[in-house]
């Protein structure tokens, strides 16, 4: 089992940028394919980017790529999301996930965390 936390998140004026952060404990991190997601007041929860357990392989979902950019670092049990020309539309509160292997679909996720709140102001 792995535990995780989120943290980054705020306020920015559209245009701007965060990066994100998730810390990872419990069992050995980089055992883990990792993902962020997010999920706007009345909406569904939607996948953000994934990375492979190496962090070699990256994915995005169209509406961020080139903006986003998901890295982790193996040695501080870290994945992180730096985003970049923020719009407004990218509101939501962010959760990292975890599981064994590749996947980008939401339900197929075991291990979340508590979710950090992201406000794009326009």
């Known amino acids: 089992q792995v535990q995780l936390v989120e943290s980054g998140g705020g306020l920015v004026q559209a245009g701007g940028s965060l990066r994100l952060s998730c810390a990872a404990s419990g069992r050995t991190f980089s055992g883990y394919f990792m993902g962020w997601f997010r999920q706007a007041p009345g909406e569904e929860r939607e996948f953000v980017a994934a990375?492979?357990?190496?962090?070699?392989?990256?994915y995005y979902a169209d509406s961020v790529k080139g903006r986003f950019t998901i890295s982790r670092d193996n040695a501080k049990n870290t994945v992180y999301l730096q985003m970049s020309s923020l719009q407004p539309e990218d509101t939501a509160v962010y959760y990292c996930?975890?599981?064994?292997?590749?996947?980008?679909?939401?339900?197929?996720?075991?291990?979340w965390g508590q979710g950090t709140q992201v406000t794009v102001s326009s």
């Open positions: 996930a975890a599981r064994f292997s590749t996947s980008i679909r939401v339900t197929e996720y075991d291990y």
């Open positions: 990375i492979s357990r190496s962090g070699g392989i990256t």
